[in-house]
């Protein structure tokens, strides 16, 4: 057995070197994988100078994989009841099929992270996607770090993304649209393009327990939304029209099935909606608008809000932005807006100047 120079100590096994060091009270052996004394000199100085600065060291540290990163990321978003994990999973195969399962996390640099980015751009993936992927990653690596499971974190590159939201709908383009979907799917459609609410998570999981028909109010409770808060939309004519309507739907579904019937939006058997995409695709299609997606509508109702001069502060309250900065996303500024915007600027120029 020799000492190296400062702590620590350096000794053969066979013929491999090893080293031995102290971190936090607890005794450390690693295998250099050399023959070569030299190799383990440098190693047992970089891990003296990590001890000294107070990173995470050990052998356990260096076998940390990519698929133990994905862990830890997948248990921190079901402990704190996060509601993308399929999405995680989509972004999690994307990483495992490029870096492997069992790449070393201490493999996985800023370069080759550059290089993940152009891989998934080739595939025709959209930039937002691939941003999205290595936030996830990105994650990983900083609960690994607190975890003490890696010894640091590699700088992420991130791309350029315009985040402007494009897609909305005209009231003539979804009248197009509900031409051709089948009328169980109208109403949660009509709702969703008055209120913006999200319709998988705000309103195909609303009961009739989230309905104030008396009171005017269409609720959802906290921690059920995006942001974790509660929220209310209060009533519009047509959304009472609508939610009365539905109402008078189901109680004839509960009569012709004999059984109480919670959710607000059904299919004609009373069972909730899950998925209609097949259905909207279809028809946005055969309605001369392919491509549009369902979160047109919420862009939509933003929009509307912004038309009918609605306080922002009050618009992103019943929509559910927590702030103001995602809210201008969506806030689109058009052609009929710009032009109401000039005539109220003519309309008070020409109020001044009568008065003058």
């Not at 295998?31 to 600065?53: I, T």
């Not at 579904?253 to 909730?272: K, M, T």
């Amino acid at each position: 057995m020799k000492r190296a120079r400062g702590l620590g100590i350096i000794y053969l096994r066979g013929r491999v070197w090893w080293v031995q060091y102290y971190a936090r009270g607890a005794r450390h052996r690693e295998s250099s994988q050399s023959a070569n004394r030299a190799d383990a000199v440098r190693l047992l100085k970089q891990r003296l100078a990590d001890v000294a600065s107070g990173r995470p060291v050990g052998p356990r540290i260096e076998r940390t994989t990519l698929a133990d990163l994905l862990d830890i990321v997948v248990n921190d978003y079901r402990a704190n009841g996060r509601r993308s994990l399929r999405r995680l999973d989509f972004a999690a195969a994307h990483l495992a099929a490029y870096f492997s399962p069992a790449a070393r996390a201490i493999e996985i640099t800023t370069d080759r992270l550059t290089a993940y980015q152009a891989h998934r751009l080739a595939m025709g993936a959209a930039r937002a996607s691939v941003n999205y992927e290595l936030a996830i990653l990105r994650r990983a690596f900083s609960l690994a770090l607190r975890a003490g499971k890696v010894a640091s974190r590699p700088d992420f590159p991130m791309l350029h993304v315009d985040n402007a939201r494009q897609g909305f709908f005209e009231r003539e383009h979804l009248e197009a649209v509900l031409k051709y979907l089948p009328g169980y799917l109208h109403p949660v459609i009509r709702t969703a393009f008055i209120t913006g609410w999200r319709i998988h998570s705000e309103l195909l999981t609303r009961q009739w327990r989230h309905v104030d028909l008396t009171h005017g109010w269409l609720r959802l409770d906290p921690g059920e939304s995006k942001n974790r808060e509660g929220r209310e939309f209060p009533f519009t004519p047509e959304l009472r029209s609508i939610l009365e309507a539905q109402r008078e739907y189901v109680r004839n579904l509960e009569l012709a099935h004999n059984r109480l019937i919670p959710h607000v939006f059904v299919r004609p058997d009373g069972s909730p909606i899950r998925d209609f995409r097949a259905a909207w695709s279809s028809a946005c299609r055969r309605a001369g608008l392919p491509g549009r997606i369902p979160h047109d509508l919420r862009r939509s109702a933003v929009r509307n809000l912004e038309r009918a001069g609605v306080p922002r502060s009050a618009a992103m309250k019943i929509t559910g932005h927590k702030t103001e900065a995602i809210y201008r996303r969506y806030a689109i500024v058009d052609e009929r807006m710009m032009r109401e915007a000039a005539d109220k600027l003519a309309n008070l120029h020409s109020a001044r100047r009568i008065a003058q």
